[in-house]
Structures are given as C-alpha cells and as structure tokens.
C-alpha cells in the first residue's frame, strides 16, 4: 500500500510564528503536492515538486514556502503565520509524468489564533 | 465562472437507488478526469479515472465523459449508506495543473 504520512493531524499555531509541515511518502513516487482545503473552494494548489531540489508554484503560493531535500520528503513552511492560513493542508504524491492517480496524506488541520 | 464546478449538495438518495454526480469544466483542452471520494475528517481516495468520451464502469460505479458540453459525471448505483461521502470531481489540463471541484455531498439513507 502506498502510505503518505503527515507530520501532525492537528496543530495550533500563534500569529507570526513559523510553521513546519512535513510529509513523507515511501512509494518512490517522483511528484509530491501540496493543497488546502476550504469548506466550498476544494482543494488549491499551493506548490508541488516534480524532482528532488525542485519546486514550482501552484495556485496559491502567497505567504508559503516548501523544501525537498529528499526525494520521500516534501515539507510545507508558513514564514509567519496568519490567520487566514487556518485550514486543512494535504499533501499528495504521483508517479511519473503528468498527472496519474495522486494519494493523499491524512491531512493536517492547522488553526492559527 | 469557476473553472471546475459541482453542485455542493447534499443530494440525497435512498437505499437502493442510482445517485446521479455532476461536473462541469470550462477548459476545452482539458485532457483527463478523476473522481475522488472523502470521507468525512478523511483525505481523499481515487474511484474512478476517465480520458475518453463515453462510459467507464467500474463495479458500481460508471464515469460519464462528454467533452463536447464539457461535464463528467459519476453514476453510482444500488447505492449504499456506506457510499455517504463527499465526491470530488478533479480535472487535470496539462503540466501538472489539476483543479478539484469544490465537491457533492452524497447522503444514502438507509
């Protein structure tokens, strides 16, 4: 079974702090996502990577930033939390070129007060 | 216009019957299409994929495709309480832009 695993389920975060989402997957899988999710706008692309090293913007990229440093991991960083990123982040990942099935993370519900 | 748009629901079915998913894009390039299925406080898991005008069934479940009017649509039937979730419809248009619909909410009641 493809397993993408999700440093937190929850977190709660203060206003202007730094904040680490980390997410890892074991399929070898080239492509790794990262999307929010808010109730009646779906899934939004904040950024994805296609290579170790490598990162594109995706829809929504304003106020993130992300890292691969290995090819399992795909990290999430909020520069200073506000409280418009409070929302439920997943992470997915992909085989090969384009876009095939993508398997999704548990989610993180992140709340910033 | 939004560029991937499905009715929010909930749409409500018995038991038994075909519950009836629509999708509707505006992207005329777009290339493939995928049904997703979460359950609530749960990620997303893929039902169904479809690339070509037509039918696809799969069990259950048979993805609709008419890229001329531009919707998707997934057909479940007997439909069960187990099948209450949230549908999401994703359209990819190429590179790796794909774009998630908002979502239905299905309730099957028993």
């Known amino acids: 079974d493809v397993k993408v695993t999700q440093s937190s389920r929850y977190l709660v975060k203060r206003t202007g702090e730094k904040v680490f989402l980390e997410c890892v997957q074991d399929?070898?899988?080239?492509?790794m996502f990262w999307y929010r999710q808010d109730p009646g706008l779906g899934l939004r692309l904040i950024y994805f990577?296609?290579?170790?090293?490598?990162?594109e913007k995706g829809d929504i990229p304003e106020g993130y930033s992300v890292s691969r440093e290995k090819k399992e991991r795909f990290s999430l960083i909020l520069e200073s939390a506000s409280t418009n990123q409070t929302s439920m982040y997943l992470c997915?990942?992909?085989f090969g070129q384009g876009y095939t099935e993508a398997f999704f993370g548990q989610g993180t519900r992140l709340t910033v007060v | 216009q939004k560029e991937v748009e499905q009715n929010s629901g909930p749409l409500s079915v018995p038991e038994g019957a075909i519950a009836s998913l629509n999708c509707t894009y505006s992207?005329?390039?777009?290339?493939?299409f995928f049904w997703y299925r979460q359950y609530s406080g749960k990620s997303p898991e893929l039902i169904m994929s479809?690339?070509?005008?037509g039918d696809k069934e799969d069990g259950r479940f048979t993805a609709q495709l008419n890229k001329a009017s531009q919707y998707v649509s997934l057909l479940i039937r007997d439909s069960q309480p187990s099948d209450s979730a949230t549908y999401l419809c994703a359209i990819y248009t190429g590179g790796f832009k794909t774009i998630f619909g908002a979502g239905t909410r299905l309730f099957v009641k028993a």
């Open positions: 992207d005329r390039g777009s290339q493939s």
């Open positions: 997915a990942s992909s």
């Open positions: 399929m070898d899988h080239e492509n």
């Open positions: 990577s296609y290579d170790v090293k490598m990162k």
């Open positions: 479809i690339y070509s005008n």
